[in-house]
């Protein structure tokens, strides 16, 4: 029946090897993509450098994504930060327009145009220039 390897078979120090380089190979393509997504997003780098160091990361990897974080490492963390921020104020815009806009409606500015114009702060005119401006 051949070498039959049960669960108990298998040392504990095996088993901890076997997670350890697991994880060292997640760890490694976490690295690999992060490093890859940088060097498309940095807009410094013309599209010729662009491809130089994605060649350079591919087909040497190790080397290649070391050199890149020592040579443009500390710019990462600004590229990174400032991509956070402009996904954030873009959620934050998407909400507000979905919310309403957060400042009056037209119904309340029309409102607050009509008592101008009743209590004779603005024209007929006025009023009517500022109604289409809000309607339009």
Avoid: C
Avoid at 96 to 104: F, I, L, P, S
């Amino acid at each position: 029946m051949g070498n039959l390897y049960l669960a108990y078979d298998y040392p504990v120090l095996g088993a901890f090897w076997t997670v350890m380089w697991i994880f060292l190979w997640v760890l490694w393509l976490m690295v690999l993509f992060r490093v890859i997504v940088d060097i498309f997003r940095d807009h410094a780098l013309n599209g010729w450098a662009k491809a130089g160091w994605l060649i350079f990361v591919i087909f040497l990897p190790f080397l290649g994504v070391l050199v890149y974080v020592v040579a443009r490492g500390k710019d990462m963390g600004k590229r990174e930060a400032e991509q956070a921020r402009h996904q954030q104020q873009a959620i934050d815009a998407y909400i507000r327009e979905a919310a309403g806009g957060g400042g009056a409606s037209h119904a309340d500015e029309l409102a607050k145009l009509a008592d101008l114009k009743t209590k004779g702060a603005i024209s007929e005119e006025e009023f009517e220039r500022a109604k289409a401006k809000i309607l339009h």
